[in-house]
């Protein structure tokens, strides 16, 4: 059972190491560590992916920065409570890790299939140009009663038809992790330049297996 609720969210990465490794948390005994990858788009612009790793998968002492590695994980989230709110946090959770010898050529290098149920009315919009876009968020099952939370956005005929999905309706979709930078008002006189994470959707569709909203 576990292992088919691993196969609904599943990610491939190939990208460079921008940071160098910080902890995260320990969980009986085993350590966990952030690092950043920048994942090359097609349009030779980046997104900065934040990945978190355990110690036992690689030697979290030593400075990767500049070398290309390809990862095999999950898209992952938690809630961090600051400022008198949960907000959501990001990244992927590396199951796997290999080093490159050459930079890859942006064809594939970012990918994610996610299985899951939709968890909010999608919001759906036009920009002053006209271009359709939906926003979704996704419940994505995890073993021992877990769940993430993962935001979506969809483009052109994809956002017509997401607009259309219903509360617990379960979902399929292929698309990219992207980065979107954005600036966060926290006073009158004070704001603070952030990052967001979201799924890009290139594929989706709904399964016709009776679901319940998580």
């Not at 978190?52 to 990862?71: A, F, K, P, W």
């Not at 999608?122 to 995890?142: F, H, S, W």
Request: glycine share 6%; aromatic share 10%; with cysteine.
């Amino acid at each position: 059972m576990s292992d088919k609720i691993i196969e609904n969210n599943q990610v491939t990465i190939m990208g460079k190491v921008a940071t160098e490794f910080s902890f995260s948390h320990e969980v009986f005994g085993e350590g966990f560590y952030m690092v950043e990858v920048e994942v090359k788009r097609l349009s030779n612009s980046e997104d900065r992916i934040p990945l978190m790793i355990s110690e036992r998968l690689i030697d979290v002492t030593q400075d990767y920065t500049g070398e290309y590695i390809m990862v095999h994980g999950q898209f992952r989230s938690y809630n961090r409570h600051e400022e008198q709110k949960n907000r959501l946090v990001l990244s992927v959770f590396v199951r796997e890790i290999s080093f490159m010898e050459e930079e890859p050529d942006g064809t594939k290098t970012n990918s994610i299939w996610l299985d899951g149920y939709i968890c909010k009315e999608p919001i759906y919009r036009k920009t002053p140009l006209g271009r359709e876009i939906a926003d979704l968020l996704l419940a994505v099952n995890r073993p021992y009663g877990k769940s993430d939370y993962i935001p979506c956005i969809c483009w052109g005929r994809n956002a017509r038809y997401a607009s259309g999905f219903e509360v617990g309706e379960h979902v399929q979709l292929l698309g990219r992790i992207q980065s979107r930078e954005y600036v966060k008002r926290i006073s009158d006189t004070e704001t603070e330049k952030r990052v967001a994470y979201e799924v890009s959707v290139s594929k989706l569709e709904k399964t016709l297996i009776d679901s319940v909203c998580i």
